[in-house]
T-cell receptor, first 109, second 114 residues
């Protein structure tokens, strides 16, 4: 079993739809990261959160530490949101990151 | 604006060639990382460097070596490229002891080994 699992692997949506991407992890963590990777490769950090909820524009990230689960929501999705979304958690004491395999989102006009 | 750059976006090499992938960061970060990214596997750590001239093997170091002679530059070397090293290679950096472990990524190098 992978230490970080994401679902779904692929997601298509119509512009304007509400999107949810899920991340479950099996290790104890200090913080969870949500990352975005656009076609062409570069990765940018969207959120780091250790509890509760964070919001940035149309993106909302939530985390439930007890259940070891996090969700990334996109409200009013737009074609420019099309990307791969990756969650990552620190791997215990050595503080390296473990990455999920990513969720590929395509939003059509 | 923070920046991590990689020497090439796309690279095509032949089996057996020696390949150098260069990564440069301008943030004075101590820690630097090389990952490879493959479909269905996510990002996997190849090598990590705590600081200049310091390196540590990651999860998949076989077939790779690294060099960190200057703080801003971290090089990944494929001594004898093989077709199973065809992949996307991503470099990242972070400041030592950064809260929550935020890493800054380069744009990636898509390497094809023929």
């Amino acid at each position: 079993k992978n230490e970080v699992e994401q679902s779904p692997q692929n997601l298509t949506a119509q512009e304007g739809e509400f999107i949810t991407i899920n991340c479950s992890y099996s290790v104890g963590i200090s913080a969870l990261h949500w990352l975005q990777q656009h076609p062409g490769g570069g990765i940018v950090s969207l959120f780091m959160l250790s509890s509760g909820k964070k919001k940035h524009g149309r993106l909302i990230a939530t985390i439930n530490i007890q259940e070891k689960h996090s969700s990334l929501h996109i409200t009013a999705s737009h074609p420019r949101d099309s990307a791969v979304y990756i969650c990552a958690v620190p791997r215990g004491a050595d503080d390296k990151l473990i990455f999920g395999t990513g969720t590929r989102l395509q939003v059509f006009p | 604006d923070v920046k991590v750059t990689q020497s090439s976006r796309y690279l095509v090499k032949r089996t057996g060639e020696k390949v150098f992938l260069e990564c440069v960061q301008d943030m004075d970060h101590e820690n630097m990382f090389w990952y490879r990214q493959d479909p269905g596997l996510g990002l996997r750590l190849i090598y990590f460097s705590y600081d200049v001239k310091m390196k540590e093997k990651g999860d998949i170091p076989e077939g790779y070596s690294v060099s960190r002679e200057k703080k801003e530059r971290f090089s990944l070397i494929l001594e004898s490229a093989s077709t199973n090293q065809t992949s996307m290679y991503l470099c990242a950096s972070r400041t030592q002891g950064s809260p929550y472990n935020e890493q800054f990524f380069g744009p990636g190098t898509r390497l094809t080994v023929l």
